[in-house]
Structure formats: C-alpha cells, structure tokens
C-alpha cells in the first residue's frame, strides 16, 4: 500500500478494521490501561514544548522503553498521550510492520469518541525515529492531513526497514529504548458559510474545477500517469475519437479511458478506474502491486497507436510525443561513421552524478571515445579509433522524461532509490542539443506543464502528480481522490530531492540533524512553446 496512509488502509475489510482501532484508542488513552491488543503503555514517556500564545507550530519527543518486549507481545501498540498546540496526540505503533517488513508508525487522536460532530483539525506533521548514536543518521518523513473525527490516524505504513532498525549497528534502538520527535504545525482552515468544514466533505471539483482518481490499493502511480495525459487536449480528442462502439469497457483499454477522461471532464465525484485495470488484464492482486510508470506508459501508447489505425485520429500519438535521435560511431582517423535513427516517446536520463536537467541532457549526449581494446571495426578499414554517441534529431511537441531515481546498487546488490538534489527549470531550452543536420526552424523552449512525485523508498511509497491544466501559472496536485491549489514552491523546489536541515529539543537542548528529503519528482511532462 501507499506509504502516506491511515494505519488500516492496507486490510482489506476497512470498516471493521476502523471501528477496531477507535474502539482500541478509547480504551487506550491512560497510561495504566492497555488497548484492546493488550497493548500496555506503561513503558512509555513523552515531552513537548510548551506552547506560546498564537504560535502554529509544536514539537514534542516520544520514548518508548522496553521496545525488544513489545515488539514480542503486541501486535500494534500506543504511545503515552502529549500535547502540542493544545491538542492531545499519541503515537500508533506497528513495531512488527502493518503487513509490512517495515516499521508502520501514524501520528493518532486519542479518544475519538468525545470529538465533536464535524470536528477537524488540518496539519502538517513529521515523526522522526531518531539515531541515538548520531543524531544527523535520523529518519524523518513527513506528511499533511485532514484529521477529522472519522479518520484520526495518519502517517507511514513504511517508514524504515525492519531489519535496518533492529540492527544494533545502526544505533535507532539504545539500551531497549527507540525515541521519535514529532513537529506538528498548524494549516489554515479555510471557512465556509453555514457549514462545517472537514476532510470528508472537501469537494474537489467546487474548489478546483477538477476531480480525482480512486486508488485502488497501489495504484497512485497510475492515478498521476493518467491524469498527466488527460490535461492534454489534443491527446484527450484523439482518444474521444476512437472507434469503440462493439467494445466491452473491461476488454478495451481505448473504451477503458475515454470512459475515465469522460467522467473526469464531467463529472463531480472522483473517478474509478477498475474497468481500466482489467481492460489491461490485471487481477485485484495486481492493483495492490506498484508496476512500473514508464512500462505502463509505453502499454497504453503502444495500445492506442494500434486502435488509431485507419482512424483520422491515426498519428496523434507520434505527432504529440514521438522525438527522434541518431546514434553514431564515427571514425576519428579515417572519414567513416556510422548512424542509424530511432523514435522515441519518453528520454530516461540519469540523476545520479547529475546536478540538474541539463546535466543530464549534457550527459546523455555525451561521447564516448572507442580505443584501445575496445577500437571499432568499420568496414573496410578494420579496427579504427572512433567516438560513439547520440545526439537529437527533433523533439515532440509534449516532452516526456523519466529521471532515474531508481537504479542497482553493486555495492548493496540491491536496487535503491537516489534521493540526491536534482534541479529542474520552469523553461528548457533544448536547441543546442539538436545535430547539425536536424531541421532548426522551431525553436525548442519547453514550458513545464507537469511534475509526477513519488514520496517514499525503494520497498514502497506514494504517487501523486503537480499539473498545469492551461496555459494560466495555476498549478494544481493530483493525489489519488483529492485535487487542491498548489504553489510553484510545491511544484519544483520542494521535489528537487537533497537534504535539509531540521532543528529539535531533546532533554532541554536543541540539536540539528540533516535528512534526506524522501519526496522528489521521477518524472517531468514539458510543453514546447509553439
């Protein structure tokens, strides 16, 4: 399941698994009583700074003693009740995963059951498993939610690895004790005349214009794709016009989506999207698997070139996101070289050892030089010395990057998610990176149009996707069911990846550690201006 997610999203009988949870933190808010997993919270201690009149932001620090027992005897377990900004709050706890290798931890109310009727509070959070050898090692997520009186638990179904916290190497758990700093910081309530405002009755479409799409366990990655090509115009005609008429909705990906981008141009509510999961011929099992994006990408352009054949919408697909490039070899002593052209309809380019996006396109034409034991065999002149590489013939109208934030680590031998800074502009020029013989009589000047995010690591995490419908500087976040406003900040800086530093009181002093920002964009949809 989705990282960023309520602690009993990943079961599949929901309603039964919340009543549980409330019914456990009711009976499980003094510090003698025990939930209804017999989940003691003796073991526990928990700090916060006092708040100053009018501040919007707290911090408090949880320690849980005794961690090696607990985590023998308890399934899920809740931490001693704090308060910050004159709110009570507790940590939930799943030291042995929530059906996951991972440590699952949520921030949680206590006591839902005396909440008021419509009671809501908007926060953003961070919990932080501190690294009591070196504080700077600490993990440290973060996420933003609507807490209402139905949905009182938020935070990390993965959070860190299980076996990188019990390694006694790694210094998160310190003489049986793990220690968690919690930030909390109050969000703006927007008002509303004559109602009540919470996370349930939040209406996307009244407040944005646009809806969502329903996540069907693993699908968020999905979800951004989709919305990616439904705001380009052109593309969503060429779908509207396929010939669907004798098709079955579960048996054809084209009939699939125009069903969706139907609904999601007209409709008021959030989308579904089962009908397209199986057109592709996926089980339930398969929707709470996270596939690959750019796989799923090439499946449904490779899908609906074929269902444009001998329609007038044939060629939208290479027209809108079909670029060319040409690979060479050529001879640096004798005047040979080789080429040969091939189309492409999205650009993998390397993050790590990459600063930025030009970068990037530097290094990806960059040569490399064939000597040596490695001389090239042209034909007719034998074993020559001879620079390879590639360089553009044209770009597409709507450029498609994947960033390489996934790649196999030789020394882990295991696959890791690069997390490393990586800048991306709001305007691309690409001209200096066409061939001398590539047709030059349009300028190519992108504007970014869409930023796909992936929050989380290599085991799991969350999609969601920041989209410029039109041409206006309004930018808008995508994530699964719900749709709001966002700010150019949150579009690009806040996902260049890196590190930050967070400050935090522990035992009266302050400290500093630096994490790695957890949240970073995989992929980019550019514009050109013409």
Same mark, same amino acid.
């Given at each position: 399941?989705?990282?960023?997610?309520?602690?009993?999203?990943?079961?599949? $009988?929901?309603?039964?698994?919340?009543?549980?949870?409330?019914?456990?933190?009711?009976?499980?808010?003094?510090?003698?009583?025990?939930?209804?997993?017999?989940?003691?919270?003796?073991?526990?201690?928990?700090?916060? &700074?006092?708040?100053?009149?009018?501040?919007?932001?707290?911090?408090?620090?949880?320690?849980?003693?005794?961690?090696?027992?607990?985590?023998?005897?308890?399934?899920?377990?809740?931490?001693?009740?704090?308060?910050?900004?004159?709110?009570?709050?507790? %940590?939930?706890?799943? /030291?042995n995963g929530n059906d996951v290798d991972q440590l699952s931890i949520y921030l949680n109310v206590p006591e839902p059951r005396t909440l008021p009727q419509g009671w809501s509070r $908007?926060?953003?959070?961070?919990?932080?498993?501190?690294?009591?050898?070196?504080?700077?090692?600490? %993990?440290?997520?973060?996420?933003?939610?609507?807490?209402?009186? =139905?949905?009182?638990?938020?935070?990390?179904?993965?959070?860190?690895?299980?076996?990188?916290?019990?390694?006694?190497?790694?210094?998160?758990?310190?003489?049986?004790?793990?220690?968690?700093?919690?930030?909390?910081?109050?969000?703006?309530?927007?008002?509303? /005349?004559?109602?009540?405002?919470?996370?349930?009755?939040?209406?996307?479409?009244?407040?944005?214009?646009?809806?969502?799409?329903?996540?069907?366990?693993?699908?968020?990655?999905?979800?951004?794709?989709?919305?990616?090509?439904?705001?380009?115009?052109?593309?969503?005609?060429?779908?509207?016009?396929?010939?669907?008429?004798?098709?079955? /909705?579960?048996?054809?990906?084209?009939?699939?989506?125009?069903?969706?981008?139907?609904?999601?141009?007209?409709?008021?509510?959030?989308?579904?999207?089962? &009908?397209?999961?199986?057109?592709?011929?996926?089980?339930?099992?398969?929707?709470?698997?996270? #596939?690959?994006?750019?796989?799923?990408?090439?499946?449904?352009?490779?899908?609906?070139?074929?269902?444009?054949?001998?329609?007038?919408?044939?060629?939208?697909?290479?027209?809108?996101?079909?670029?060319?490039?040409?690979?060479?070899?050529?001879?640096?002593?004798?005047?040979?070289?080789?080429?040969?052209?091939?189309?492409?309809?999205?650009?993998?380019?390397?993050?790590?050892?990459?600063?930025?996006?030009?970068?990037?396109?530097?290094?990806?034409?960059?040569?490399?030089?064939?000597?040596?034991?490695?001389k090239y065999q042209a034909e007719g002149h034998g074993l020559q010395a001879a620079r390879k590489g590639c360089e553009f013939m044209n770009f597409p109208p709507i450029l498609h990057?994947?960033?390489?934030?996934?790649?196999?680590?030789?020394?882990?031998?295991?696959?890791?998610?690069?997390?490393?800074?990586?800048?991306?502009?709001?305007?691309?020029?690409?001209?200096?990176? =066409?061939?001398?013989?590539?047709?030059?009589?349009?300028?190519?000047?992108?504007?970014? #149009?869409?930023?796909?995010?992936?929050?989380?690591?290599?085991?799991?995490? #969350?999609?969601?996707?920041?989209?410029? /419908?039109?041409?206006?500087? &309004?930018?808008?976040?995508?994530?699964?069911?719900?749709?709001?406003k966002a700010t150019l900040q949150q579009v690009t800086s806040d996902n260049f990846g890196g590190e930050e530093e967070y400050n935090y009181k522990f035992q009266g002093r302050t400290?500093?550690?630096?994490?790695?920002?957890?949240?970073?964009?995989?992929?980019?949809?550019?514009?050109?201006?013409?």
């Amino acid at each position: 399941a989705c990282s960023n997610c309520r602690a009993e999203e990943v079961h599949t $009988n929901t309603n039964n698994n919340t009543n549980n949870t409330n019914n456990a933190q009711t009976n499980g808010t003094n510090n003698t009583n025990t939930t209804n997993d017999g989940a003691s919270q003796n073991n526990t201690n928990a700090t916060a &700074e006092e708040p100053k009149k009018d501040e919007t932001s707290g911090s408090g620090t949880w320690v849980m003693k005794n961690f090696s027992k607990i985590r023998a005897t308890e399934r899920k377990y809740y931490g001693e009740t704090f308060e910050i900004l004159g709110m009570k709050w507790n %940590i939930l706890l799943f /030291p042995n995963g929530n059906d996951v290798d991972q440590l699952s931890i949520y921030l949680n109310v206590p006591e839902p059951r005396t909440l008021p009727q419509g009671w809501s509070r $908007n926060i953003s959070f961070s919990l932080e498993v501190v690294c009591q050898t070196d504080p700077r090692l600490s %993990i440290r997520r973060e996420a933003t939610h609507r807490f209402t009186e =139905l949905e009182v638990d938020w935070g990390f179904t993965s959070f860190m690895q299980l076996v990188k916290l019990l390694d006694p190497r790694s210094g998160f758990i310190k003489d049986d004790k793990m220690i968690v700093n919690i930030e909390i910081e109050k969000l703006p309530e927007p008002q509303y /005349p004559g109602s009540m405002y919470s996370y349930w009755n939040y209406d996307s479409k009244k407040e944005t214009g646009y809806v969502g799409l329903q996540n069907q366990g693993a699908t968020c990655y999905m979800n951004s794709l989709l919305q990616a090509f439904y705001h380009v115009g052109a593309f969503r005609k060429a779908v509207y016009s396929l010939p669907t008429e004798n098709d079955l /909705p579960t048996k054809s990906i084209p009939l699939a989506l125009q069903r969706i981008f139907y609904r999601l141009q007209f409709g008021d509510q959030s989308v579904g999207t089962k &009908e397209l999961t199986k057109s592709f011929g996926w089980t339930r099992v398969d929707s709470f698997t996270q #596939h690959d994006v750019q796989e799923l990408n090439r499946v449904l352009c490779d899908n609906l070139q074929g269902k444009m054949k001998g329609t007038k919408a044939e060629g939208t697909i290479e027209r809108l996101l079909q670029g060319k490039l040409k690979n060479f070899i050529k001879c640096i002593n004798v005047n040979y070289e080789s080429t040969r052209t091939e189309e492409f309809f999205d650009l993998s380019l390397n993050v790590k050892g990459c600063k930025s996006l030009i970068d990037s396109f530097n290094n990806y034409v960059e040569t490399e030089l064939l000597d040596g034991d490695n001389k090239y065999q042209a034909e007719g002149h034998g074993l020559q010395a001879a620079r390879k590489g590639c360089e553009f013939m044209n770009f597409p109208p709507i450029l498609h990057l994947q960033l390489k934030r996934f790649e196999y680590d030789p020394m882990k031998d295991a696959m890791v998610k690069v997390n490393d800074r990586y800048e991306f502009p709001e305007t691309l020029e690409l001209d200096k990176f =066409l061939a001398e013989d590539a047709e030059k009589s349009t300028p190519q000047r992108y504007h970014l #149009h869409g930023v796909l995010v992936h929050s989380g690591d290599v085991h799991g995490g #969350h999609y969601y996707a920041f989209i410029k /419908p039109t041409s206006k500087p &309004e930018w808008f976040k995508f994530d699964d069911e719900r749709v709001s406003k966002a700010t150019l900040q949150q579009v690009t800086s806040d996902n260049f990846g890196g590190e930050e530093e967070y400050n935090y009181k522990f035992q009266g002093r302050t400290l500093t550690s630096i994490h790695k920002r957890y949240a970073n964009a995989y992929m980019l949809v550019y514009y050109r201006e013409s």
